[in-house]
Structures are given as structure tokens and as C-alpha cells.
């Protein structure tokens, strides 16, 4: 069982920077390949960005060379540092575990989300 709690969202204007977390239960987070995805109102879930548990990371298109992640085994948490904003960036972002990176978009945990609000 792994519990996942995302924090760090909030309003930024647009151009600005964020970085979220998401704090892992479990002493097995190492073995996880963690994923962040968004939601906008009214628009489906979308994949935003993964890392395998050896640390490759994995883009959408719409926010590579914007967007990194990264993974803190020790403190059993992943980031998702945000730059350049844009407004279309607004949604709600979860993060996601999953036994390799090719079941992330399918994951098994889920956090509870995390709102970012870009203003123009």
C-alpha cells in the first residue's frame, strides 16, 4: 500500500515558477516509478511527467524544457519543479505510483491533488 499527498500548488502569474511535491507511505518507494498528471476543468487527464525508479524521466509535450522532475529516495518524495508558466497550465496535478514506467499511466495510487492556478 502506498499513500501519495501532493502539496505546493497555488497562483502564480503567468512566467512565473511553482514546485510541487508528493510525499510516498511505504518503504518500498525506491522501487516505484512515479508519475505527475493534470486535469483542467471539462478536459481529460493528461500525462505531464514520469521517472523510473533508476531515474530516467519521461515528458508530455506541452511542458518539456519547461518542466523537470526529480526523486528524493531518502525523503521518500518527488518534485515537480514548474518554469514559464502559461494559463493553459492551470489544473489540478496528482501524483501517481506505479511498479514500472510503462504502468504509470494506468497507476494504481493516486494523491488527493493539488491545485495550480496560472494567471495571465
Known amino acids: 500500500q502506498v499513500q501519495l499527498v501532493e502539496s505546493g500548488g497555488g497562483l502564480v502569474q503567468a512566467g512565473g515558477s511553482l514546485r510541487l511535491s508528493c510525499a510516498a507511505s511505504?518503504?518500498?518507494?525506491?522501487?516505484?516509478?512515479m508519475g505527475w498528471f493534470r486535469q483542467a476543468p471539462g478536459k481529460e487527464r493528461e500525462f505531464v511527467a514520469a521517472?523510473?525508479?533508476?531515474?530516467?524521466?519521461y515528458y508530455g509535450d506541452s511542458v518539456k524544457g519547461r518542466f523537470t522532475i526529480s526523486r528524493d529516495n531518502a525523503k521518500n518524495t518527488v518534485y515537480l519543479q514548474m518554469n514559464s508558466l502559461k494559463p493553459e497550465d492551470t489544473a489540478v496535478y496528482y501524483c501517481?505510483?506505479?511498479?514500472?514506467?510503462?504502468?504509470?499511466?494506468?497507476?494504481?495510487?493516486w494523491g488527493q491533488g493539488t491545485q495550480v492556478t496560472v494567471s495571465s
Open positions: 501517481a505510483a506505479a511498479p514500472t514506467i510503462g504502468t504509470i499511466r494506468g497507476a494504481r495510487y
Open positions: 511505504g518503504r518500498t518507494f525506491s522501487s516505484y516509478a
Open positions: 521517472i523510473s525508479s533508476g531515474g530516467s524521466t
